[in-house]
């Protein structure tokens, strides 16, 4: 049997967003029986406990040496080059597993596939260019050129990745999203500081300067300073996990604004205690300036929560069927935004959490996600047409 292997930089929960969808999508295909299914990843620190999560999948991990940004791994190198693998489809960019990912292309000459994962966005190409500018040098340039194929999340991302002059096939396949059975069990993580009647305003996910939390604190700040009835029920609550000091950024922007008793932000949070929060919050909000397609706003969906996005979050879907709510990435429109938002009748609120779920049981699903992405391999492998989620 022919064998796919998915290259990633972190097989744990320190790979943020791509934790979920790469091990997701990789089991999904996996289920379907006709391909063998492989991973091959970095590892770091959370490595060896997250790993089962990945079953019946079994990755195959070895030790950075040096600055852990760049993820060198000569063991990764001549594990990946041993490998039986027939298809390689590597996951994110700018590190070292590129440069794997190009090698094992140049010696054995099948076929590779690259999901950039919104890495090729303008927002995010403007952002730490010397290190973009050395990868681009050492590894990056080639690597993107003799790609056999992009794995693009959305039509905006194609076009990120066209307007780089990458001009090999594309296939347009969205990320996916388990659809919980029901309402999640235990407390949420916030259930000690508010009380049940009160509403929350949830962020989940990576605490990053591109998910515009810094302006999402300002705007939260300044609309509940003004001393409105209306919405003096609502807390925010940023979870997550921290990148580059974030969250300590945020906190201190927090403070200086009095909003310790309003702005909560109770780390990182998985599995149950994840989908508690999930299930106990009142609304998901997502301001941010540069996005693939987050898994975030499909796992708010999932729970029939209302979503407060920017259109930069790649999901025009959601504004079309009703099932999200527009904001802007400045303060002011921001604060505007969660105004109108606030300002709403809880029963169209609901509504509109239920039409996202809906959206993403009848587009997101992973098993229409996986039967999409075993076609493209299988196209790529020749064994089957061009799929129709592949554009020219």
């Keep these: 049997m022919q064998k796919v292997t998915d290259i990633v930089s972190s097989v744990s929960r320190k790979g943020g967003g791509l934790f979920y969808s790469v091990r997701r999508l990789a089991q999904s295909v996996a289920e379907l029986g006709a391909l063998e299914g492989g991973v091959v990843g970095l590892e770091d620190e959370f490595s060896r406990e997250d790993v089962d999560q990945w079953r019946p999948l079994k990755p195959k991990l070895y030790p950075v040496s040096g600055p852990k940004r760049l993820g060198y791994s000569p063991g990764l190198m001549q594990g990946t080059l041993n490998s039986d693998a ?66 693009s999340l959305c039509e905006s991302e194609s076009h990120s990745i066209r307007r ?48 515009g939390l810094a302006n999402l604190v300002k705007a939260f700040a300044e609309l509940q300073a003004g001393g409105d009835p209306r919405w003096s029920s609502w807390y925010l609550v940023i979870a997550g996990w921290d990148q580059d000091d974030h969250e300590e950024k945020l906190k201190t922007l927090a403070r200086s604004l009095r909003m310790e008793s309003r702005i909560l932000f109770p780390g990182p949070i998985f599995n149950r205690e994840k989908a508690a929060a999930f299930s106990k919050a009142s609304a998901f909000v997502l301001p941010s300036f540069s996005e693939g397609l987050p898994i975030a706003v499909l796992e708010a969906w999932s729970h029939a929560l209302p979503v407060l996005m920017t259109q930069e979050c790649n999901l025009p879907e959601g504004f079309a069927r009703g099932a999200a709510f527009q904001v802007h990435n400045d303060p002011k429109r921001l604060r505007d935004g969660l105004q109108a938002f606030f300002s709403m009748k809880k029963g ?19 098993s229409k996600v996986a039967e999409e992405m075993l076609e493209v391999y299988l196209w790529l492998l020749g064994s089957r047409p061009r799929p129709r989620s592949v554009i020219a």
Aim: some cysteine.
């Design 348 to 366: 169209a609120r609901q509504e509109m959490g239920a039409k996202g779920r809906d959206l993403v049981v009848q587009k997101f699903s992973w």
């Design 86 to 151: 027939s298809l390689l489809h590597g996951h994110g960019i700018w590190m070292y597993p590129s440069r794997v990912t190009y090698e094992w292309w140049r010696q054995k000459g099948r076929p590779y596939l690259i999901s950039p994962h919104g890495m090729l966005e303008p927002w995010t190409l403007k952002h730490s260019t010397w290190k973009k500018a050395v990868a681009k040098l050492l590894y990056e340039n080639a690597n993107l050129h003799h790609a056999s194929c992009f794995r």
């Design 164 to 211: 780089l002059g990458l001009n090999q096939p594309i296939c347009q396949i969205p990320n996916g999203v388990d659809i919980p059975g029901g309402e999640a069990t235990g407390a949420a993580p916030w259930s000690r500081q508010l009380k049940d009647s009160d509403d929350v305003l949830l962020y989940l996910g990576r605490i990053h300067p591109k998910k």
